[in-house]
């Protein structure tokens, strides 16, 4: 997000000679449901006659969102996000969010997960992480707050999503010197952290790709009509249509989501076969050839959650 270029640049508006015709906001959003922090600053503004500080209205937004008064430890984990995540420079490159490489197809020295987005941090992965820990050592304090809850597992979410990003460069760089001790180890952390996030996404329904899918089966009146509603769903987060689409066109991917399941099912067994592939290949021995990616995707869309099982 780009909290203080959304304040000001919403008021610098209002002040233009043009001002007087502005009568409103609004988002046009693509991936929906998500980082409610921006959406609430976002709407709040025609609200608000004079400019204010993003720090000032974030001090207000978090009592209200948690309907208590706020830990000095969660007022100092939002502002390290305010200050990092939040603020993120004007011509950050891509279309979205800093991209979590765990969703990624395979590969060394990887710039992003979609086509037009990127994976490259601004800010370092410490602030994820210092956040994530004062959330934490509070989190006893808030148990049964819902928003509170879901903000933790984002906020954690994104730490451990940071963290991979930095191990994947180090795990490609350990390839580049032929490190075959260093990089099995890599990869078996690289491995492992996909399935800690898939773990920490599960304990929420926001954060889990079968409350998408059973979402869609539920509009079907027919099994015929589940069945296709469900298909339309998995392919859009994974494929989005035929190989043509996903491999030429760039569209693999392109509406990936680090969700609980879709994380275990198919973006772990993806990197597993790559990594063993790479591995093998290391260590001297018969690599044979490389994963079709696109056929894996395609199998999990067409039986989400039986990838694993037909790999095994």
Request: glycine letters at 8%; charged letters at 25%; hydrophobic letters at 35%.
């Amino acid at each position: 997000g780009r909290m203080n270029q959304l304040v000001n640049g919403y008021y610098d508006a209002c002040a233009h000679p043009n001002g007087k015709t502005l009568c409103g906001v609004g988002a046009t959003p693509e991936g929906i449901e998500n980082n409610p922090v921006m959406f609430e600053l976002l709407f709040e503004l025609p609200w608000r006659q004079e400019r204010f500080r993003a720090d000032d209205w974030l001090q207000g937004y978090l009592k209200a969102r948690y309907g208590t008064a706020v830990k000095p430890e969660v007022l100092e984990a939002w502002r390290a996000l305010e200050h990092t995540v939040y603020n993120a420079p004007k011509d950050y490159p891509g279309e979205g969010t800093v991209e979590s490489l765990l969703c990624a197809r395979p590969g060394f020295h990887l710039k992003k997960t979609s086509t037009w987005g990127c994976s490259e941090l601004f800010y370092s992965p410490d602030s994820t992480a210092k956040a994530a820990r004062l959330l934490l050592s509070v989190g006893d304090s808030y148990a049964g707050n819902n928003n509170f809850e879901y903000d933790l597992v984002d906020v954690v979410r994104q730490s451990l999503a940071d963290k991979g990003n930095s191990l994947l460069q180090a795990l490609s760089e350990s390839y580049d010197r032929k490190d075959r001790e260093g990089f099995r180890r890599q990869s078996d952390c690289f491995l492992h952290l996909i399935l800690l996030q898939d773990e920490l996404l599960s304990t929420r329904k926001e954060f889990s790709v079968y409350t998408w899918l059973d979402a869609a089966r539920a509009l079907g009146k027919t099994d015929a009509e589940r069945e296709l509603y469900e298909w339309n769903a998995s392919a859009q987060i994974t494929v989005w249509g035929d190989s043509i689409a996903a491999n030429a066109g760039g569209l693999h991917d392109y509406s990936h989501r680090e969700w609980s399941g879709l994380l275990k099912e198919l973006y772990y067994p993806r990197w597993k076969a790559f990594l063993v592939w790479k591995q093998a290949e290391l260590d001297g021995k018969p690599a044979g050839a490389a994963p079709d990616f696109y056929e894996m995707e395609r199998r999990w869309a067409e039986t989400p959650g039986q990838l694993g099982q037909l790999l095994e």
